[in-house]
């Protein structure tokens, strides 16, 4: 098996002011096609240690994949490292330049001397487009070993791996059989979802199934290699961690909660509004999201104060009587959402997102949501989420997306994560 | 200045199963005293790869902390690598048997043969006691260079790390004089910010000036060592960077764009309301994940359809003229949440987020956004957003709220980052 090492640049990095992720994102594509990443190194804005890391890492892999230092300034030192790695330093790249300049000429500006820089590279190598950013991506192949130089921001990096890194990679290291699958869900506990799969699990089996936790979607991760790849066993495996799963299964592979909502409302031809109090707009925001929900999303309301839900259509004295934070207010707060935006659904949140105005009766994290169908009576459920504020909004802006998505289906799935009854 | 390296270990990490974070943690408690972390390297469960990662750190910095690979299985490799350094292999160490079985025996549990290995240690380090695991940490000195080797979960690394290998470093590193700072910008771009900066960000002034970007937040990080931690140069560093961004600059340390909004409010008793399109509530999400932002926000609409703009206020006529991307429907926008929520101010977006609906004329990545202030005519802006869908969403998020910034302050700016005049 091939393996490749994962450098990354970065004073910001080295200092722990930033949090290194793109080692975790690269090995997982590189494992997708089937290379084994063995060591993952960070190196300040310092050229002889980058210098250093690339040559020990030059002795050891097959693949180096290196993320950053692609800048305009003058701590960006990926290139000059690479170029000390091979005699004849940097050269010019008349495409580069001509890429760079009618990126700024677009935007009504001139070149930046400084930019000039990054239509540099080691004569060893060459360079792939950025339509994103001002950093071409560079690779090349020395001793034996394929060397990839991408730019550190992430959206313009992973673009750069699907349109080019992965083919050059794949073409380096040959055809490996692997075949990799995910199922994903969300509102259900880690552990009841790692005690549904069972022996699935287990170690030594092709295909391996692992679960890994982002935020709060799980994540089923499949892998099969060899004759496991062509024989059925990774759609059984998929339908056997779908059915273990059940009505919380969103989804497989890039799928998002937002998207598989989406679907379900082009379907059947309808439409959401949203009504957001703790949630502040989280909800719409991840619903709107997706491409061309237009479609099924037109409006929505934040209604953080008192005054607004009650603008929007929701009755004082039910506040009054029960709290802002309360069953009957979420009700009429996604049922007015629906109303006011002609809508057949509504989704609905109110809840105490702290870290202040929590009580005994209604501590941090109580959050109340409602999923509206205008053509059946469905229940308000109550949350008690934990977590600083951030999480509490975020896990809220999920609940939320499950809840809708089981209205959508006409579904109840039992008690979600969370939820308290 | 003492320089530092950190070594993970564990296949979970190399495979991109788990994130690795102990790096990053590790980095901040070095820099806190006066350590300069040059490298992280995270190895797999394979012992000479781990030889040869601590061989390459011992040749560069003068302390070396190593998180994981102390358990008790055969893949728990870390005491066999530094006991492979220096010559004479692993001793037994009575003292850490006897915590292992007193722990087990505390449980009614016999001692695991498997365990017997955690009271091994290479002959040149000393054992660290773990109350909180069955692993205890190792430190020792070799060559000039300070190792210390410790657990991997974090519960039991962190007070490893306070309780004991903190000391161990002072007093291997010396007393280190340090002061940090930092200053926040949003809506100029990365290569004017460095311009602007200039001769601040030269190598090896003190304090040292960098620059980072996480989304659209500019970082100037300033570091003093010594005397200039005590002589004014950190205060007048930061007065010279802020003077050299001027109006963008929103905060220091860990303030953000939202929070500054959020201050300025409450300083003049006003509130703000939204009026979203494109960012779908981004931007009313941004502002309520202050802590106590109801103070002054209270409403927000997400108007998706161009019905939703009519029913908040907009007049139909202005968006069959213009189109609802457009000055005069951001303009009405705006102010018609304002007028809605008796707000002093509103904030709107409509745009093109793609990733279809563009045309020549109005691009995807197009964006106009008008910050409403009742007391004063602003003019609104228009953009062209790099990027996908979501950093459009996220860019157009983050300007606005420089836009609102600049209503609140009564000024312009000149041109924003991606503004097109």
Redesign the interface.
Known sequence: MATAAILSV????????????H??????R??ELGV???????????EQ?LV??LA?AMK?VDVIVITGGL?????DLTREALAALDGPGLVHDADAEGALRARFEA??RPL?A??LKQALRPAWMRMMPNP??TAPGMFGTLDGVLVASLPG?P?EMH?MWHDHVAAVVRAHVGHVQIKCASVLACGLPESVAAERLGALMDHGRNPIV?I?VSGTVLTA?LRATGVACSDGSVEACIAQTEAAWGDLCFGRGDDTLAGSIGALLIERGASVA?C?SC???????A???V????AW?????????N??KV?LGVDPMLIERHGAVSAEVAQAMATSAAR??GARFGVSTTGVA???GGSSEKPVGTVWIHAHDETRALRPRRFLITGD??MI?DRATALAQVMLRLAILGRDAGPLLWEVR
Do not use: C, K
Not at 23 to 28: F, H, T, Y
């Open positions: 970065g004073d910001e990095l080295t200092l722990g002011q930033f949090l290194e992720t080692a975790q994102w690269l090995s997982q590189l494992v084994e990443p063995v060591m993952h190194t960070t190196v300040g804005d310092d240690g250093d890391a020990a050891r800048g305009p300034t003058a701590d935007r009504g930046p400084s930019n994103l950013g921001p959206e673009p692992g890994t991760r949203t957001e949630t502040g707009g989280s909800v719409a925001r619903l709107t999201a491409p061309g929900s237009s999303f037109g409006s929505g309301w934040i209604t953080y104060a005054e607004a603008r006011g935006a702290g870290p202040t504020r951030t909004r």
